[in-house]
């Protein structure tokens, strides 16, 4: 059975770095056919942030790309989401997804809140 479970939110002030994590069980990392990050601000709906597909090619939001990082950790078995210079406006639920086999498969999310 997948989980998959986010971590590292909390309060973080403008213009430091954060990194989350996600580990991600019941298959090998290298397994899943794309791994994203997402997030949900409140009164808005689900966005996309950023990819990593298996064969290690990574695609981001374009408005997020020059402080967003995303990677993999396989011997953790985690993903991976470093986000640089952050701002108020990164303020939001993270979710990670895993997708395998044309299942989807969501953690609960972790908040992130940017304020001084």
């Known amino acids: 059975q997948v989980h998959v479970e986010e971590s590292g939110g909390g309060l973080v002030q403008p213009g430091g770095p954060l990194r989350l994590s996600c580990a991600v069980s019941g298959r090998s990392l290298s397994s899943f056919d794309n791994l994203a990050w997402h997030r949900q601000a409140p009164g808005t709906q689900r966005e996309f942030v950023a990819q990593?597909?298996?064969?290690?090619?990574?695609y981001y939001q374009d408005s997020l790309k020059d402080r967003f990082t995303v990677s993999r950790n396989f011997l953790e078995s985690t993903l991976n989401l470093q986000i640089n210079r952050v701002k108020p406006e990164d303020t939001a639920v993270y979710y990670c997804k895993a997708d395998y086999g044309g299942r989807t498969y969501w953690g609960q999310g972790t908040q992130v809140t940017v304020s001084s």
């Open positions: 990593i597909l298996r064969d290690g090619s990574a």
